[in-house]
Nanobody
Framework: QVQLVESGGGLVQAGDSLRLSCVASGRSFAMRNMGWFRQAPGKERDFVAALMNTGYSTSYADSVKGRFTISRDNAKNTAYLQMNSLKPEDTAVYYC????????????????WGQGTQVTVSS
């Protein structure tokens, strides 16, 4: 069982930046693809970004492409989501997750989840 702990969320103004971190316990982190998802109140959990276990292949939702960057440091069992040019519509709880099987865009394909960190962007 892998435990994931996110941090770095907060209240910022539109145009600001935040960097989210996700620290994993256990030895399997480096071997697994990982992703970031977000969930706004009353909405489904949506794909934000994914990064393969090698750290070289990434995928982003169209809504964040060019503004967000996903990365990982396998030596530190840590993943990051750098968020620039934040918009009010980015407001949500952000979750990191480790992929199990299936589409990397589908939350059901991820077996391990963190507790989430709140990001609020004011206009």
């Amino acid at each position: 069982q892998v435990q994931l702990v996110e941090s770095g969320g907060g209240l910022v103004q539109a145009g600001d930046s935040l960097r989210l971190s996700c620290v994993a316990s256990g030895r399997s982190f480096a071997m697994r693809n990982m992703g970031w998802f977000r969930q706004a109140p009353g909405k489904e959990r949506d794909f934000v970004a994914a990064l393969m276990n090698t750290g070289y292949s990434t995928s982003y939702a169209d809504s964040v492409k060019g503004r967000f960057t996903i990365s990982r440091d396998n030596a530190k069992n840590t993943a990051y989501l750098q968020m620039n040019s934040l918009k009010p519509e980015d407001t949500a709880v952000y979750y990191c997750a480790l992929h199990s099987t299936g589409s990397i865009y589908d939350a059901r394909s991820y077996a391990d989840w963190g507790q989430g960190t709140q990001v609020t962007v004011s206009s």
